[in-house]
């Protein structure tokens, strides 16, 4: 499995910013798939989870209410609407694909991971 995570960017605080995560190399619609983030000095840390038909997504708490993860199948993407952005917003952010069991919020549950996309929300 290839993921590649798209659009972060510069905003600043109360905008919005949409990631979006591309994969191939197996069947997207067979797993679930999510995002982490991880800011300087900080470990990796869970922001967002979709389930592989979509039916049920999981949110972090600092980011629930003002994120969004939504997938498309048909097309292989994993999307990430992000609003009202908050300084403490700003790090790298992963996606990442969960083969088998396990936890969503967990890190060791996710076997694929793609390139990071830097989002950066000045204070």
């Known amino acids: 499995v290839q993921l590649q995570a798209s659009g972060g960017g510069l905003v600043q605080a109360g905008g919005s910013l949409r990631l979006s995560c591309a994969a191939s190399g197996r069947t997207f619609n067979s797993y679930g798939m999510g995002w982490f983030r991880q800011a300087p000095g900080k470990e990796r840390e869970f922001v967002a989870a979709?389930?592989?038909?979509?039916?049920?997504?999981y949110y972090a708490d600092s980011v629930k209410g003002r994120f969004t993860i939504s997938r498309d199948n048909a097309k292989n993407t994993m999307s990430l609407q992000m609003n009202s952005l908050k300084p403490e917003d700003t790090a790298v952010y992963y996606c990442a694909a969960r083969i088998g069991g396990g936890s969503f919020y967990n890190t060791g549950s996710y076997a694929y991971w793609g390139m990071g996309t830097q989002v950066t929300v000045p204070a």
């Open positions: 979709i389930s592989w038909g979509g039916a049920s997504t």
